[in-house]
């Protein structure tokens, strides 16, 4: 039985934020009080307009088989939203709902990547990039985001790594792990250099409305990306419904044909009351969308200035996302080591910087997707246990 088990699930990785739960919550079940800071979930509920469009959907009996790319009316808000947004013309035939974000990273480097190709990809990270790069067969070529540029792609370094086998290009902004914001100036420099070459970009937009200082701005508003530009964004983050797995990725309509057959191999199709869900959450009132980010911004400000003040640890501001990505470098061990110990000591479960590659090791990655109380509460924790350490 040693041998059942393709090739291929060798190449596939995890999410450590997942691990590192589940660790916490085994601490949890022996009766430790574990502050959660690890997972990167709003710990807002869902706005009750939105719950309330599901319900609704579900009483007129949306609770059968949909089209595999999606149904009309949510494609077509959400190509509207885009269109409105990133200032291009999007019709609802190159939107396509899959559950959750990472099916278009999925099917995207499925449907593109051939073994040996190249895909840059931001390190650190989202770990799913590099995985299902390697899964397909193809070259991770890993880009660092370094904390001296704030975290933001240098496009210099951009251009020394393409060559003529680079297939894609993802780029996230805001951020995961670093809450960092690519700019206008960063972002048409980049298309610059796609321009020039036969490139495809997976712009992971999933954080676009959690953003403190700046505004967004999407590859796909540059003049002649948007046929280039696969969008990557869902409901989660900005609206707090990481449970109703709903995201979607908007797209050239060649491509989103071939997209759909991975759907339909893979998934069917989105259950349509979640999908009036969105539609609810693109039209309704954003309020509570709103409140959330500005709550999030309090939180950022209070976590940031707490690690500041722990000697061996600093942290820049992140202009967007939920998280902080300090720098632990002055305390002497390595950031999965760290978290561990943070977890053990302290309590608190935080995310080792490796965990999102190789650039990420002498960072943590924490999620203030927590009450002020519990952040106050781990930042005095950390501090007891970092002292500690250095004693």
């Not at 609802?92 to 040996?116: M, Y």
């Not at 700046?214 to 590859?219: A, H, L, T």
């Not at 948007?226 to 419904?241: A, C, Q, V």
Request: some cysteine.
């Amino acid at each position: 039985m040693q041998n059942i088990f393709a090739e291929r699930m060798q190449q596939l990785g995890t999410e450590t934020a997942f691990e590192m739960l589940a660790k916490a919550k085994e601490l949890e079940m022996l009766g430790r009080e574990i502050i959660h800071l690890e997972i990167g979930e709003p710990d807002f509920p869902t706005p009750n307009n939105i719950i309330e469009a599901g319900i609704k959907a579900l009483r007129e009996g949306m609770t059968k088989y949909n089209p595999s790319q999606g149904l009309i009316e949510p494609r077509q808000v959400i190509a509207d939203y885009i269109s409105r947004t990133r200032g291009i013309s999007v019709d609802h035939e190159e939107v396509i709902l899959v559950p959750g974000g990472k099916p278009v990273i999925f099917f995207s480097i499925i449907a593109l990547v051939n073994p040996g190709d190249e895909v840059i990809y931001p390190n650190p990270g989202f770990p799913i990039y590099e995985s299902v790069i390697r899964f397909v067969g193809g070259k991770p070529v890993p880009i660092q985001l370094r904390e001296e540029n704030g975290f933001r792609m240098d496009v210099d370094e951009l251009r020394s790594l393409i060559t003529d086998k680079t297939k894609m290009l993802i780029l996230n902004s805001p951020q995961n792990p670093t809450g960092a914001i690519l700019t206008r100036e960063d972002i048409e420099d980049i298309a610059h250099e796609v321009l020039q070459r036969d490139i495809i970009v997976l712009s992971d937009e999933i954080y676009e409305k959690v953003i403190y200082e700046g505004e967004p701005y999407s590859i796909a508003s540059v003049p002649g990306m948007k046929e280039r530009t696969i969008i990557l964004n869902g409901f989660s983050k900005s609206y707090s419904m990481t449970g109703w797995r709903l995201g979607y990725g908007v797209m050239n309509k060649p491509l989103a044909e071939k997209m759909t057959k991975l759907v339909i191999n893979n998934n069917s199709c989105v259950p349509g009351f979640t999908q009036m869900a969105g539609v609810e959450a693109l039209t309704g009132s954003q309020i509570a969308s709103e409140n959330m980010v500005s709550q999030f911004k309090l939180r950022r400000d209070v976590i940031v200035d707490g690690l500041n003040s722990i000697k061996g640890i600093s942290c820049l501001k992140s202009p967007g996302a939920f998280y902080v990505f300090p720098n632990i470098k002055a305390l002497g061990l390595p950031s999965g080591e760290l978290a561990d110990y943070l977890l053990n000591e302290a309590g608190v479960a935080v995310l080792g910087g490796q965990a999102f590659g190789e650039y990420g090791e002498g960072y943590l990655r924490l999620s203030y997707a927590n009450s002020l109380e519990n952040i106050n509460m781990a930042l005095e924790k950390i501090e007891k246990a970092v002292y500690k350490l250095r004693a």
